[in-house]
């Protein structure tokens, strides 16, 4: 077995796809970027020990201490096929337990859901893959074609520590590979009262800046004007109040025109906004891909309430349409003026995919015969994945990580926020639709 469900009543047995993502929340990944994680190593070392149960051998890469991915090829019937990379990664972001309605890193099974920090970001995809490896290796059977599964540290941080060290240092672990699958895809929506699915086709650029202040450090009785603090927080709401103009690509043009035809209404007429707000709680990605955003993120200055520090910095989350990086960052750099310095600390590219090909017919065939009638749209993530380290050698990246969603759960509000959870039948089904395209495409 991959996983034991000790303490699971045998009346009550978990799907094992529930069960390898409850036992992957309770080892404490959390990545708190700027170098600084608890580590993905055990983790790690779980998800191999799972893998070689299949007859596979895991490759374990340590970028530094702590810091370990996993990858294995999985030998399919077609071999002269692109190889497809199937991935996910292991850490998570921070949580406040005091927060949460549930220890964060327990692992609870309530109300028909799987609650814990990395339930859909994203250690329920990582649990989906090793599920349905299961399905397909363990009934003596082999994938349609070669596939690469990878399970990668610090995608939260930017994938310097995980998928973008693999694919600068052992770049051979993905020959061959053209096509990849990961997170944030494959979701349902709800329209009108009818169900879709949405496939991530593309994914916005990340920018990561801090914002440096300096002054005059003093008595905090004084009266200073060059407080680095007042330089700062005026240079960071300006950033963070910057409304930046709708753009749309071909990715978005197109889910528009979709969700236009299935909520019957006239595009010309219903401006992009509104027809994202349709969408219901998915509007919380929708209507971020349709622009630049600015987010502060982080505020750091001073170390005692009577002196007035020197030095202020503030950390901004930059996401651009793909090919904005530049003219955004010039104009950000005219929005906070001559005296705050910027510094990029990270910077990733944007991607941008067609919907179509044999992959994506793939993906509608397979959703169409788990859930008929169901449309399945194009979309542009407003965060990124490690899609983006797979496409500097050349691999296409989708987000297609199964899920159908009851119409009311808020489900971008799970991505780093509170009370992270997901339906364990939506995790029965995502191992389902995940082991039937693996086995057929």
Excluded at 28 to 34: A, F, K, L, P, V
Excluded at 142 to 157: G, K
Excluded at 401 to 430: I, S, Y
Aim: no cysteine; charged share 20%; aromatic share 6%.
């Amino acid at each position: 077995m991959l996983s034991s469900a000790e303490n699971t009543p045998a009346d009550a047995r978990l799907d094992l796809t529930a069960e390898i993502a409850r036992d992957l929340i309770r080892f404490d990944t959390t990545n708190y970027g700027e170098g600084r994680s608890n580590g993905e190593t055990d983790a790690a070392e779980y998800v191999a020990a799972n893998l070689r149960t299949l007859g596979l051998a895991p490759q374990l890469f340590d970028s530094e201490p702590g810091r370990t991915s996993v990858v294995a090829r999985v030998p399919g019937r077609d071999s002269s096929r692109g190889a497809l990379v199937v991935h996910g990664h292991l850490d998570v972001v921070p949580a406040d337990p005091d927060a949460w309605s549930v220890d964060p890193f327990e692992g609870v099974i309530e109300g028909g859901l799987l609650w814990g920090r990395g339930a859909v970001d994203m250690k329920n995809m990582d649990a989906m893959i090793l599920a349905a490896l299961q399905d397909i290796l363990g009934s003596g059977q082999q994938p349609a074609r070669d596939l690469v599964v990878a399970f990668f540290a610090d995608e939260e941080a930017g994938g310097v520590l995980g998928s973008h060290y693999l694919v600068d240092t052992h770049p051979e672990v993905f020959a061959g590979a053209t096509e990849a699958i990961s997170e944030v895809g494959g979701y349902s929506i709800t329209l009108g009262g009818q169900r879709a699915y949405l496939l991530q086709t593309g994914e916005k650029a990340l920018i990561w800046i801090k914002l440096i202040a300096r002054g005059e450090a003093a008595h905090g009785s004084r009266l200073i004007h060059a407080n680095a603090v007042t330089r700062l927080a005026e240079a960071v709401a300006r950033v963070g109040r910057r409304e930046w103009p709708i753009r749309l690509t071909d990715t978005t043009s197109a889910l528009l025109a979709e969700l236009a035809s299935v909520l019957g209404v006239d595009p010309q007429r219903v401006g992009p906004d509104e027809l994202a707000l349709a969408t219901g709680t998915a509007s919380g990605f929708i209507q971020a891909s349709l622009r630049t955003t600015t987010n502060p993120t982080v505020l750091h200055a001073g170390y005692k309430h009577n002196v007035i520090p020197d030095r202020a910095e503030a950390l901004i989350d930059i996401r651009t349409l793909p090919g904005d990086e530049d003219k955004v960052l010039a104009e950000v750099a005219e929005i906070v003026g001559p005296d705050i310095e910027i510094v990029v600390m990270h910077r990733d590219i944007g991607l941008e995919t067609e919907f179509g090909g044999p992959l994506v017919d793939a993906v509608v065939d397979t959703l169409g015969r788990h859930d008929p009638g169901a449309p399945v749209l194009p979309y542009l993530l407003s965060a990124g994945t490690d899609n983006k380290a797979l496409s500097t050698l050349g691999i296409k990246g989708y987000g297609f990580a199964p899920l159908k969603l009851p119409a009311d759960l808020d489900f971008p509000a799970m991505f780093h926020g509170v009370d992270e959870r997901v339906p364990l039948d939506a995790l029965v089904f995502g191992r389902q639709v995940l082991t039937d395209l693996l086995s057929n495409y």
